[in-house]
């Protein structure tokens, strides 16, 4: 088994903020994922990496940028904050880029 | 439009019923993922799917890609199998997942 951590659990931010969410799995996984899960709704893809040095953009990717450091992390950061942007960050691996997908516990963003 | 299509969006039974949660897709599907996000929004994984069906417990899904679908069934309904379940599709062209909206199901004792 495995687990991946997602920090920090909480993430309050100031309009207009960069913000950095990580995630760090121990999966040995090849490809990480970042989804927004906004109140109420599914998860949009934001950036995936298929292997260490891949970045692929999601649906949502306006906005954030990504960085896969190494094949046990990948980061997520907010650009400028929005209050519109309020969101569970959700970090997720899987051994490839079709294969069973398992989840962090996510990042609460709340911009003020 | 959205490409997966959950129904019903919210459900509420009594403990020890059946229920069948459906998913439906407007893309070609190669795989199906069923996840149950509890009230604390951790996603824990139910079933990951090919054509086909899997059993686990009280729990039995099935992928038809042909006619672009998935079922999950619940038997003998616990307390603890209140959520939101949520599919999600890898699709056939570019392997990126795609979510449904999900359905929040009530187990009332």
Redesign the interface.
């Known amino acids: 088994g495995g687990i991946i951590t997602q920090t920090p659990k909480f993430l309050i931010g100031q309009e207009g903020q960069k913000l950095t969410l990580k995630c760090q799995q121990n999966f040995n996984h090849d490809t990480m994922?970042w989804?927004r899960?906004d109140s109420g709704?599914?998860?949009?893809?934001i950036y995936?990496s298929i292997t260490e040095n891949d970045l692929q953009k999601?649906d949502l990717s306006e906005g954030y940028d990504a960085s896969r450091e190494k094949k046990s992390s990948f980061s997520l950061t907010v650009t400028s904050a929005q209050k519109n942007e309020m969101a569970?960050f959700?970090c997720a691996s899987s051994i490839s880029?079709?294969?069973?997908?398992?989840?962090g516990?996510?990042t609460?963003l709340t911009v003020l | 439009g959205d490409k997966v299509k959950q129904s019903p969006s919210a459900l509420s039974l009594q403990e020890g019923t059946n229920s069948a949660l459906r998913c439906n897709f407007s893309i070609a599907a190669?795989?199906v993922?069923w996840?149950l996000q509890n009230p604390r929004?951790?996603?824990m994984?139910l079933f990951?799917l090919v054509p086909g069906t899997k059993e686990n417990g009280r729990l039995k899904s099935a992928f038809d890609s042909k006619e672009s679908y998935s079922t999950l069934h619940i038997r003998d309904a616990q307390l603890e199998d209140s959520g939101t379940y949520?599919c999600?599709a890898?699709h056939s062209n570019t392997?990126?997942?795609v979510?449904?909206?999900?359905t929040r199901l009530q187990v009332l004792p």
């Open positions: 994922y989804y899960q709704k599914g998860l949009r893809l995936y999601g569970v959700l880029n079709y294969a069973e997908q398992f989840f516990p996510g609460r | 190669t795989t993922q996840f929004g951790s996603l994984n990951y949520f999600a890898a392997n990126k997942v979510f449904g909206t999900g």
